[in-house]
T-cell receptor, first 111, second 109 residues
Framework: ETGVTQSPTHLIKTRGQQVTLRCSSQ?????VSWYQQALGQGPQFIFQYYREEENGRGNFPPRFSGLQFPNYSSELNVNALELDDSALYLC??????????FGQGTRLTVV | GQSLEQPSEVTAVEGAIVQINCTYQ??????LSWYQQHDGGAPTFLSY????GLEETGRFSSFLSRSDSYGYLLLQELQMKDSASYFCAVPSNTGKLIFGQGTTLQVKP
């Protein structure tokens, strides 16, 4: 049974650019959630996907968007990057809302 | 709205016992979870309390009082490897998690 894997692990982007982060969920899990964790803060919920449909969204602007694929892997896209988007982006997978398993995260730096 | 409050930092010595408190305000309560996160690592699930009382898992225990909107994580026989950030979190019925700001635990020799 593989765990949750995210790619890339680190990324540096320039303000105004676009970025795509990827997540492979744990085998058998049909629900993926994305979180943003600023330095020294708790993770903040961005959105959740269940069976390829968005199933809840946190207080993030529309330039944060996502996808879930038939194999339940997922992407997080952020357009028009801002300096404040610099954070650790965490993906968590679960089976229909049960215990969430987190990936190691993608550290995004916007300069 | 939903919010969780926990201390920002706690320091203890190896072998000691430490308690990390969490108070919450939520609309719709399904239970209280605890996660551990080492520097640069993924949050890892420690415990979940849906009902009042104490849940014990090895050196870690977690307590919940729904009437007081309060819970705590108790770590016994502290080890250096327990130095990490600890988050309380409230899950929704869909599994979305609302996290506290985290408590940084420093274990000293």
């Amino acid at each position: 049974e593989t765990g949750v894997t995210q790619s890339p692990t680190h990324l540096i982007k320039t303000r105004g650019q676009q970025v795509t982060l990827r997540c492979s969920s744990q085998s058998g899990h049909n629900t993926v959630s994305w979180y943003q964790q600023a330095l020294g803060q708790g993770p903040q919920f961005i959105f959740q996907y269940y069976r390829e449909e968005e199933n809840g969204r946190g207080n993030f602007p529309p330039r944060f968007s996502g996808l879930q694929f038939p194999n339940y892997s997922s992407e997080l896209n952020v357009n028009a990057l801002e300096l404040d988007d610099s954070a650790l982006y965490l993906c968590a997978s679960s089976l229909s809302g049960d215990e969430a398993f987190f990936g190691q995260g993608t550290r995004l730096t916007v300069v | 709205g939903q919010s969780l409050e926990q201390p920002s930092e706690v320091t203890a010595v190896e072998g000691a016992i430490v308690q990390i408190n969490c108070t919450y305000q939520t609309s719709g309560f399904y239970g209280l979870s605890w996660y551990q996160q080492h520097d640069g690592g993924a949050p890892t699930f420690l415990s979940y309390n849906a009902l009042d009382g104490l849940e014990e898992t090895g050196r870690f225990s977690s307590f919940l009082s729904r009437s007081d909107s309060y819970g705590y994580l108790l770590l016994q026989e502290l080890q250096m490897k327990d130095s990490a950030s600890y988050f309380c979190a409230v899950p929704s019925n869909t599994g979305k998690l609302i996290f506290g700001q985290g408590t940084t635990l420093q274990v000293k020799p």
